[in-house]
């Protein structure tokens, strides 16, 4: 038996949002809905953050794979480069020091 699940994705409030339709299995509900008792939030807001927590996983995982740079990362995140690159330190990740993106970005911060 699946259950369907509404989502409705929007990241700014006066961007219009999206309504997709995705189908679970009763096993995966009543995982999301034990998480969403725990943590009391709605549904739609617990799917909302796993989305965006997945999204943070699986960008760096294409990154230490060397299919994405660090800047186009951030770009696919909407964060800015020193909040991707943070973000690897904090997930122990190596960062590629060497791309020219990196680089760049240092030479402004550190400029003298």
Known sequence: MYYNV???LGMVMTEKSIVITMRLSRRDLE???AVRDLENVDR???LKDFIEDGLRRRVIQIYKNGKLTASRA???LKIP???FLEMLESEGVAVNWNSETVKGYLREKYRE
């Open 31 to 33: 995982k999301i809905e």
């Open 44 to 46: 739609t807001t617990l």
């Open 6 to 8: 509404f989502l409705i």
């Open 81 to 83: 480069l020193r909040e």
């Open 74 to 76: 951030s770009e696919i």
